[in-house]
């Protein structure tokens, strides 16, 4: 078995390589290849991991049951978000002070906040219901690295009847792309592929790409602007068209208004 993952990944390797080729050393192929080398990584280790798991279950809750001390209160952290006023007050302060570090610390909090104030205003514009599944807002996600919107990632969670699910994620990290996505971006994806599980189409006026797999359900990625991407994956619906239809309920067009994105 672990022969055959040697292979794949001296197969993967030499497919990476010829992209890199082609294309050049791309900061967004190396990502690719970065992601690619982990799977087969987790792969190899995978039947290790599990036959430790249960050894490691069973002296965590040994040790915790002989813990007389162990925490059993506690409601966390609260949310952090930084107050952009105030940061950008700080920055000239230090700046006057000629505190360039403290200055750049507190631009850098500044833009933060605007990140996340942005990310928040794209989730609010995102619909409550998508054909029958309604939005599990428990679920809602705004996270950002503050650098740039390089990290700037928005995800809701619609629930529907009979294990129904749709994951909406909208981000401007071209990390979230999937791996035929990520070529198309790059202008690599050929639309005549022979594969059944992946295809390039159109939505909204943007190039696309769908794909299925068994384990996962449906899922599309539609890049738009520099390096932003529009991600949906939807579980247990009956075919492409259905899961279409619930992609299509989006407003894609005030999703890049948000984002300042054309």
Request: proline fraction near 2%.
């Amino acid at each position: 078995m672990k022969n055959n993952h040697t292979r794949a990944f001296l197969l993967l390797t030499l497919l990476i390589l010829g992209v890199c080729t082609v294309q050049g050393q791309g900061s967004l192929l190396r990502k690719i290849q970065n992601r690619a080398e982990d799977k087969i990584v987790d792969g190899i280790f995978k039947d290790s991991k599990k036959e430790t798991e249960t050894e490691t279950s069973k002296t965590q809750t040994e040790t915790e049951a002989s813990s007389p001390n162990r925490n059993r209160k506690g409601a966390g952290l609260s949310k952090g978000v930084p107050d952009v006023i105030q940061s950008i007050k700080d920055s000239e302060s230090s700046m006057n002070d000629q505190n360039y570090s403290e200055a750049k610390s507190a631009l850098r909090k500044a833009l933060w906040g605007v990140e996340l104030e942005i990310g928040q205003n794209v989730l609010k514009s995102l619909p409550s219901e998508v054909e029958s599944l309604k939005a599990d807002q428990s679920q809602d996600q705004v996270t950002s690295t503050g650098i740039g919107f390089v990290g700037l990632i928005i995800e809701r969670v619609y629930i529907g009847k009979d294990d129904l699910e749709l994951t909406a994620t909208i981000g401007n990290d071209a990390s979230i792309l999937g791996l035929s996505g990520a070529l198309m971006a790059s202008g690599m994806y050929v639309n005549s592929t022979e594969e059944t599980d992946s295809k390039q189409i159109r939505y909204k006026d943007h190039q696309a790409v769908i794909q299925y797999d068994e384990n996962d359900g449906y899922s599309i990625s539609v890049p738009f602007g520099q390096s932003s991407i529009f991600l949906v994956k939807g579980t247990n619906f009956e075919d492409e068209s259905s899961f279409m239809a619930a992609a299509n309920s989006f407003d894609f067009d005030n999703i890049k208004k948000e984002l300042g994105a054309q």
